[in-house]
T-cell receptor, first 112, second 113 residues
Framework: GENVEQHPSTLSVQEGDSAVIKCTYSDSASNYFPWYKQELGKRPQLIIDIRSNVGEKKDQRIAVTLNKTAKHFSLHITETQPEDSAVYFCAASMNSGYALNFGKGTSLLVTP | EAQVTQNPRYLITVTGKKLTVTCSQNMNHEYMSWYRQDPGLGLRQIYYSMNVEVTDKGDVPEGYKVSRKEKRNFPLILESPSPNQTSLYFC???FGRGSGELFFGEGSRLTVL
């Protein structure tokens, strides 16, 4: 099945800096790549997603880029704020959302 | 309010005592899924269901059963729980048909002694 690798596992940045989290996937048939944010003690929630027919997508301070040739995608957070501190999961699916395979997560800490 | 509801939220049980974690959604979603979350391992899919009476194994189905007799409910059954099933469990649902976004329940923390 699909294997999703996520790096780094932990990331610490200062408030206002940018943060980048990278993921690679193994199956070239994957066509849907969401990112979920999980705050401490809470449920994961979708923050942004991208489909294989798009190379980049932005939503305010967050953006996701996709390189299908290299089979990797990245989450970019600009002007980080303490409330961005959370665990971020990338995921990939071959069926537009069914049977999502998640990466192991990145714990992001934004220090004031 | 649109939501995915899991019960119980917390449970401590003993090895071998059958238990069921219920999951219900009120959004008329076709797709439902169970994940377990363990430190350092992320979210791993146990089972999923694309519609009523249609279920399929995820990556870690051993020791679990599911059923989908009604669209809104997708219970997770542990017939004979073992300590390695101690975990945080999430139920999730989506509209399916390529809609993408998964809506997660609040999670059920299960401890098997």
């Amino acid at each position: 099945g699909e294997n999703v690798e996520q790096h780094p596992s932990t990331l610490s940045v200062q408030e206002g800096d940018s943060a980048v989290i990278k993921c690679t996937y193994s199956d070239s048939a994957s066509n849907y790549f969401p990112w979920y944010k999980q705050e401490l003690g809470k449920r994961p929630q979708l923050i942004i997603d991208i489909r294989s027919n798009v190379g980049e997508k932005k939503d305010q301070r967050i953006a996701v880029t996709l390189n299908k040739t290299a089979k990797h995608f990245s989450l970019h957070i600009t002007e980080t704020q303490p409330e961005d501190s959370a665990v971020y999961f990338c995921a990939a699916s071959m069926n537009s959302g069914y049977a999502l395979n998640f990466g192991k997560g990145t714990s992001l800490l934004v220090t004031p | 309010e649109a939501q995915v509801t899991q019960n119980p939220r917390y449970l401590i049980t003993v090895t071998g005592k059958k238990l069921t974690v219920t999951c219900s959604q009120n959004m008329n979603h076709e797709y439902m899924s169970w994940y377990r979350q363990d430190p350092g391992l992320g979210l791993r899919q146990i089972y999923y269901s694309m519609n009523v009476e249609v279920t399929d194994k995820g990556d870690v189905p051993e020791g679990y059963k599911v059923s989908r007799k009604e669209k809104r409910n997708f219970p997770l059954i542990l017939e004979s729980p073992s300590p390695n099933q101690t975990s945080l469990y999430f139920c999730a649902s989506s509209f399916g048909r390529g809609s993408g976004e998964l809506f997660f329940g609040e999670g059920s923390r299960l401890t098997v002694l």
